[in-house]
């Protein structure tokens, strides 16, 4: 057995969650807790602010009803998640701006007890608006008519992950999983009183779970973090610093930026973690910080596996590995049977433990996903088959390979094409879809390749591409559209998407009549422009958002461009111009030196 991959963590800790937040409630009452610009809550405060949202939820939401939670980063989403723990509800993130369509499409699926956010962005019917101190943005409260899907018991929260169905998967995750996950990340971070966290991931995203339980849980503070820096690394690290961040978690696009650059001087930030996508580069001798690489997938309540780089210390040149089982964790490198392969040999990741969630709220997926446990396997009783590809070394230490199956990542998010291509097919218009993933620059990107309805009315790629949005989040919406009339097919009869890709780049080679700008700014503007978006037709009168361009487009873009011109952009400005013309006249104006070359 000992050649073998099988790897256990360290015993773990079992650690309360909402009892330790009221712990810290009452031992430090005015200690900040949620900092939010320039209004801060103690901790006594968000915990009265809490129990004001859950009186108002109590006539509504029994123990164990589903809370669909549609907030972004806000003392409005720390209020709403406490009061949901209070009333031994189910916590389930959407956030902000789920889409109109996947709002309705979770409702009508999932059933949850009532939804919670902004009025204008819940689905019409009855709202009752909460009349609390809740911030700048209005919060109601909407029923959701029906009996819920059946929950396991003792759920804490809920997470939609990407589904091949079409349907997004519900991922049930209980109290005793996210307790043993705060008690190690708290003491791997250093968290407690003085210390300050980051709100930063994205609330869909479940390691927002951890940013925020494990800080309410430590007696640390809170801080929420501007929307601008979600997209810009250099802004980010200024915010860093003028906040006084000690700790933070990153999404592994948004932290690559920063770690290929000089660390910036001056930041009290201490341990920075970074997960949801393959890491490609270690931190240099000048990162001052603790850089922990880590991997999980919902499933597993958000970390499985973590690598830790001292700072100054040398991390090679390649891609660091996923590292060793936190705590409770037990890992396995399986063959196709499920048999445990030997140390050095790929195979698929399963994953086992105190860390498991209770399942997804579908019992038949649920089924096919978490599985027995080999012969001579100690200490679990049933196991995730991740779909990851890795290889456990002889010192026990894991490296990440790629997928099995047909998902990929995109900026850090899990997504099923099967997703999107359902998506595409409600769509009266849309016969068939067909969703690729093409990467270029390091950046992965959906094509969409559909056929039409016979007798359908006309409707252009750009027509299709708006209906879909609704249906899904950001990292899903396809970059480009593509009508075709029929699909290569491989010798299996499926198919064959590598033939659709190699289309694409010879249509890329086929476009030398696009406009290459008027001057040498338009120029390179275009050019970073079709190497991050992935399309060679992009011409000065395109809108960056509208040709497909998404959050890690932009932050790569602010990057290169203050690389290439040594302006700092920031993105929402950047965003709101008109076309990539007024983009590159943007970055004319903002040139340290008013001289050009022509």
Request: aromatic share 4%; net charge negative; with cysteine.
């Amino acid at each position: 057995m000992e050649n073998l991959s099988i790897g256990y963590g360290r015993p773990h800790q079992d650690g309360a969650v909402l009892d330790l937040f009221t712990t810290w409630a009452h031992r430090t009452p005015d200690a900040p807790a949620l900092i939010d610009g320039a209004r801060t809550h103690s901790y006594a405060e968000l915990d009265r602010l809490a129990d004001a949202v859950a009186d108002e939820l109590r006539d509504r939401v029994r123990p164990g009803d589903l809370v669909g939670v549609c907030l972004g980063h806000s003392a409005a989403l720390a209020a709403v998640t406490l009061a949901t723990a209070k009333l031994g509800a189910v916590h389930l993130p959407l956030g902000p701006r789920p889409g109109e369509r996947r709002l309705q499409a979770v409702a009508e699926q999932l059933r949850p007890a009532c939804l919670v956010g902004d009025p204008a962005l819940l689905p019409a019917g009855e709202h009752r608006t909460l009349d609390l101190d809740l911030g700048d943005t209005p919060v109601a409260v909407a029923l959701v008519p029906g009996e819920q899907v059946q929950v396991p018991a003792g759920t804490h929260y809920a997470v939609l992950t990407s589904g091949s169905t079409g349907t997004p998967k519900a991922v049930a995750v209980g109290e005793p999983a996210l307790g043993a996950l705060l008690q190690w990340y708290r003491e791997l971070a250093g968290l407690g009183p003085g210390e300050r966290h980051s709100l930063l991931i994205g609330v869909a995203f479940d390691p927002h779970v951890m940013e925020l339980w494990a800080t309410l849980t430590s007696g640390a503070a809170l801080v929420v973090a501007p929307e601008a820096v979600r997209w810009d690394s250099g802004a980010l690290a200024d915010w860093w610093r003028e906040a006084g961040i000690t700790a933070a978690i990153l999404p592994t696009p948004l932290a690559e930026p920063l770690l290929a650059r000089p660390w910036p001087q001056g930041l009290a930030l201490r341990h920075l973690t970074v997960g949801g996508d393959r890491l490609r580069r270690g931190p240099g001798p000048d990162v001052t910080a603790t850089v922990h690489n880590a991997y999980g997938p919902a499933e597993a309540t958000v970390t499985t596996t973590v690598h830790t780089m001292a700072p100054g210390g040398d991390h090679g040149t390649g891609a660091p590995p996923i590292g060793l089982p936190i705590p409770g964790a037990v890992v396995l490198v399986t063959d196709p049977d499920g048999r445990p392969v030997p140390r050095g040999e790929a195979g698929e990741l399963r994953i086992g433990g105190r860390g498991l969630a209770a399942g997804y709220l579908d019992p038949e997926l649920t089924a096919r996903r978490f599985v027995g446990v080999p012969a001579g396997v100690e200490g679990v009783d049933r196991l995730y088959r991740s779909g990851d590809r890795v290889v456990m070394r002889a010192d026990g230490v894991l490296e990440f390979h790629g997928r099995l199956d047909d998902q990929v990542k995109v900026s850090g998010v899990r997504i099923e094409p099967a997703e999107v291509e359902a998506a595409f097919e409600r769509d009266g218009r849309v016969h068939r879809a067909v969703v690729a993933a093409a990467t270029s620059a390091g950046v992965t990107r959906l094509l969409a390749y559909v056929q039409t309805a016979a007798g359908s009315p006309a409707g252009g790629a750009e027509d299709l591409l708006a209906a879909v949005r609704p249906w899904l989040p950001e990292q899903a919406v396809p970059s480009a559209v593509r009508i075709v009339d029929a699909y290569p097919l491989d010798a299996n009869g499926k198919v064959d998407r590598a033939a659709l890709l190699a289309l694409e780049e010879e249509r890329a080679a086929a476009a030398p009549d696009t406009e290459d700008g008027d001057t040498p700014t338009e120029r390179t503007v275009l050019r970073l422009c079709r190497e991050l978006i992935g399309r060679a037709d992009l011409g000065p009168a395109d809108n960056f958002l509208a040709a497909g361009g998404n959050s890690l487009a932009a932050a790569r873009l602010l990057e290169a461009l203050e690389a290439e011109y040594g302006v700092r952009l920031r993105a929402p400005l950047v965003l709101r111009q008109p076309d990539l013309r007024a983009v590159a006249r943007l970055v004319e104006e903002r040139r340290p030196t008013a001289a050009t070359t022509a």
